[in-house]
């Protein structure tokens, strides 16, 4: 997929935060891209604002409003994509529920039983089920569909919660498995690990807590590492693995908005 422009990507989650990074570098090489969330309107975190923000950076962006707690939510999005675009070439799942408060330490029998249908429900069986729509909208595309999963070092050590880990350590098995049962289909899959990001959500922590930011991967410089590797044409050489964001960012020599690349530890590939 040497050329992204005029290929047709839906990005879950991408009203703020990684998802809208990803749609905005999607939108730089020419993308049509629907952007999915909860929020709409003018306001600086919606999807409507994403959308804008697509086409102003040379791509096509259509905002779909979609709770992915819902399934027939999820059956309408890919339905109206169907009629508008008739495939999809790129499929991003990354919508994820901050439980409220944050689930941050502590043992998970103090955290509400909520947290789970937030991390391992959004966070994972979505994923699952706009994939299962998406399929065969990708089988129309002619070649090089890629699905990426956005997950998390998470999946491999301890961060935050029980429940955070148990859900993106699923997502990536379900990469894995996806990836053997899609790969005679000519669609490949992969698990992204950004490392520590500055999205909307830790500034804000950030301000309060008097965190330092300084190495921290924008979600911009996120988004510009997933185009790199969908253009290289290497994509399904890789379908089923982990591709940490640090690793892309120094293979395809990927710059973030404000011409720099964070340095941050990853392990080889």
Known sequence: MSNLAGKVAVVTGASRGIGKGIALALGEQGCIVYVTGRSTGDGERTIDTT???ITEAGG?????????????????????????AGHIDILVNNVYKIPTPPAWGGGFW?????????????????????????????????????????????????????????????????????????????????????????????????????????EAQTPLFVGRCVCELLKSGDVMNRTGTIQWVQNLGEEFDVLDENGRRPVQEAPAS
């Open 51 to 53: 959308a804008r923000q």
């Open 60 to 84: 096509e962006g259509r905002a779909i409003q979609c709770d992915h707690g819902d399934d027939e939510q999820i059956a309408a999005l890919f339905e109206q994509v169907k009629q508008e």
């Open 110 to 214: 103090e955290h509400p039983l909520g947290i789970w249908d937030d991390q391992a429900g959004i966070g994972l069986r979505s994923h699952y089920v706009a994939s299962w729509y998406a399929a065969p909208l990708m089988f129309e595309a002619e070649k090089d569909q890629v699905i990426v999963n956005v997950s998390s070092p998470g999946g491999q050590t301890y961060i935050y919660s029980a429940s955070y880990g148990t859900g993106k350590a699923g997502l990536d098995r379900l990469t894995a498995d996806m990836a053997i049962e899609l790969k005679p289909k000519g669609v490949a899959t992969i698990s992204l690990y950004p490392g520590a990001v500055s999205t909307e959500f830790i500034q804000d922590a950030a301000k309060a807590q008097g965190m330092d930011l300084s």
